[in-house]
């Protein structure tokens, strides 16, 4: 059966792979109009699709890429090794074989895989990665969470211009606030890059609304918020960890007592609409903004679920032709990328 979208995915990447994703893959193939090209070692893919009952009515490819950059890899090895799952994965979306790419492996690998094969968009200087993040209202856009270490202030305007562009696509967002993360909300607050960012930002074609502090980035009040990867990605890893914390916290107490064990059974429903609001996997992944072509990465620890909703994103960014609009967005911008 012929598909409109088809979405390449590195099999071998994450901390479970092949098994969790193809599981999720499989998912998505079963209940998505999407075809999925699985990259990666074809007998390893093949006997974990094995444990998943009858898989070939499914239409899935499968790619062969005999080499893997493990978790504990240089993120250069992807460039260095001829063959690996993620670079395959790549060089399909750059052919035209692929409309998009998912890879819950090695994020720098992906990174850097991802700019050699695609190249980057017209008045792009740095690709950034752009995640979802649950707030008091709607969802959010959180970039860069961990695709450049260090940033000029320049980048960080063009991170606010392509989220802007994504949160109108990925979440409906006609007007995004757009909000830079410092640690106070005067401009003059802040180190030399969010500084200068400020000024720049404060001229360009975005609803700008100036710095906001790390308390109020799940409050609702942005719509985006910019940073750079070091800092977005130290945000990200603490809220994972805190959400954990409050989870295991929240559980011990209300098995503490009978009248809260009671309590806990009344409150099971609240309790998994609230796991739902925060947990990564209903998200699927993180895009990466900035390159030619459309390349969602994953959690290490990605579970089926988040694989699973990963390549519908891929699927719904592609039928939506993010691609373009994001061309269209940067060339409509009045402040200069050089």
């Known amino acids: 059966m012929a598909v409109s979208i088809r979405v390449a995915v590195d099999a071998m990447g994450g901390d479970h792979a092949p098994g969790v994703v193809v599981d999720g893959a499989l998912a998505a193939a079963r209940s998505l109009d999407v075809g999925i090209s699985l990259v990666g070692r074809a007998s390893a893919i093949e006997s974990a699709l094995e444990a998943f009952g009858p898989w070939r009515q499914a239409g899935l490819q499968l790619v062969e890429a005999a080499g893997v950059v493990g978790m504990a890899d240089a993120g250069g090895a992807s460039l260095r090794r001829n063959g690996t799952s993620i670079r ?56 860069d969470a961990g695709a450049n270490v260090q940033c000029r202030p320049q980048h960080l305007l063009q991170f606010a211009v392509m989220g802007a562009v994504y949160a109108r696509v990925a979440h409906g967002v006609e007007q995004p606030r757009v909000g830079l993360l410092s640690i106070g909300e005067e401009e003059s607050k802040g180190n030399e890059l969010t500084r200068e960012a400020h000024r720049l930002l404060k001229g360009a074609p975005i609803e700008f609304i100036g710095n906001i502090e ?81 390349a969602v990465v994953g959690h290490g620890r990605s579970s089926a679920k988040a694989v699973r909703n990963a390549v519908a994103l891929c699927h719904r960014l592609a039928s939506d032709r993010l691609l373009p609009r994001l061309e269209q967005g940067i060339a409509a911008a009045t402040v200069s990328f050089s």
């Open 214 to 294: 790390g308390r109020e980035i799940y409050s609702g009040i942005a719509d985006v918020v910019v940073c750079d990867g070091f800092t977005g990605n130290v945000v990200l890893k603490t809220s994972e960890g805190l959400v954990d914390t409050i989870e295991q916290l929240l559980g011990e107490e209300l098995r503490g007592t009978f009248s809260s064990q009671v309590g806990s059974l009344l409150s099971q429903r609240a309790f998994r609409r609230f796991r739902r609001r925060v947990d990564y996997s209903e998200y699927g992944g993180a895009l990466l903004l900035g390159v030619a072509g459309l």
């Open 88 to 143: 395959v994965a790549a060089e399909l979306v750059a052919r035209g074989q692929a409309d998009a790419l998912f890879s819950a492996g090695h994020t720098g690998a992906t990174v850097m895989a991802c700019h050699a094969e695609l190249g980057l968009l017209a008045g792009v200087d740095r690709p950034a990665l752009a995640t979802t993040i649950p707030t008091l209202g709607a969802p959010a856009v959180l970039l």
